[in-house]
Nanobody
Framework: QVHLVESGGGLVQAGGSLRLSCAASGRTLSSFAMGWFRQTPGQTRDLVAVISTDGRTSYGYDVKGRFTISRDNAQNTGYLRMDSLKPEDTAVYYC?????????????????WGQGTQVTVSS
């Protein structure tokens, strides 16, 4: 059984940083694309960042240059480093493991999800 568990969310002031973690069990994270998505109430779940099996990355346009996705294969854990946080980054953040190896951009391309972690950025 595959489980993804996010941690590292919380309350931070604008301009601050957080690092989210996604610990995987039951699946080797590096064998599939891994993505981070975020969602606010009443809105769709949108891509924040994705890393492919060969280490290529892609970011949402509004986080590019501020967020960094990475993966520790030995720990079977993924990360999302978030710098220069803005109030509009406030959301529940989810990690997900994809159905394939590439840069998967859509929620339908992912088959396992974590429970989400709340990130709140105060102004």
């Amino acid at each position: 059984q595959v489980h993804l568990v996010e941690s590292g969310g919380g309350l931070v002031q604008a301009g601050g940083s957080l690092r989210l973690s996604c610990a995987a069990s039951g699946r080797t994270l590096s064998s599939f694309a891994m993505g981070w998505f975020r969602q606010t109430p009443g809105q769709t779940r949108d891509l924040v960042a994705v890393i492919s099996t060969d280490g290529r990355t892609s970011y949402g346009y509004d986080v590019k240059g501020r967020f960094t996705i990475s993966r520790d294969n030995a720990q079977n854990t993924g990360y999302l480093r978030m710098d220069s946080l803005k109030p509009e980054d406030t959301a529940v953040y989810y990690c997900a493991s994809g159905r394939g190896p590439g840069l998967l951009l859509y929620t339908s391309q992912y088959d396992f999800w974590g429970q989400g972690t709340q990130v709140t950025v105060s102004s």
